[in-house]
């Protein structure tokens, strides 16, 4: 029996594995799942209708199982910032949002170090995050 709120098998299997620098993708229900990260990383699929999971959801659950170290959001060209970013820093206080565009948060999924794509029903625009796992402290 596990004491953390973070019950999924194949997320808890994939997260034990990976480290610190490992990186985790909370995919909105927009994303291309099959082609915008690497194509060898473990996706799991929590899209099961519209806005059932919700990326902020789920990176709720992840906070109690994993330490972070820092966060990535895909940006749009032009406009305003999307609002689910400041749901993002409510949710991770003293993170800095680093934002890349399109083609750069697609890149930086398609890294070596992208462990796990989570992808959700989100229907939220602009609502992908790329995590980077930290350390545990001392």
């Known amino acids: 029996m ?3 709120r973070l ?3 194949q997320i ?3 997260l034990a594995a990976a480290g610190h ?3 985790v993708l909370l995919a909105d229900a927009n994303y291309p799942f099959s082609t915008g990260a690497r194509s060898d990383a473990p996706r799991v699929y929590l899209n099961l209708a519209p806005d059932v999971l ?3 959801e789920v990176l709720a659950v992840l906070l109690d199982a994993v330490p972070l170290e820092a966060a990535a959001v895909m940006v749009p060209d032009a406009g305003e910032e999307p609002t689910i ?3 993002f820093r409510a ?3 003293g993170f800095e949002l680093a934002k890349l565009g399109r083609t750069a948060f697609y890149a930086a999924a398609s890294g070596p170090d992208l462990a796990l794509l ?3 029903g989100e229907r939220r625009l602009y609502a992908n995050l790329l995590l980077t796992i930290g350390a545990i402290p001392k």
């Open 21 to 23: 620098g490992s990186r």
């Open 2 to 4: 596990l004491k953390t």
């Open 91 to 93: 949710l991770l206080p």
């Open 12 to 14: 808890l299997a994939v």
């Open 118 to 120: 989570i992808a959700t």
């Open 85 to 87: 970013f400041g749901e």
């Open 7 to 9: 019950l999924h098998p």
């Open 54 to 56: 919700k990326v902020t």
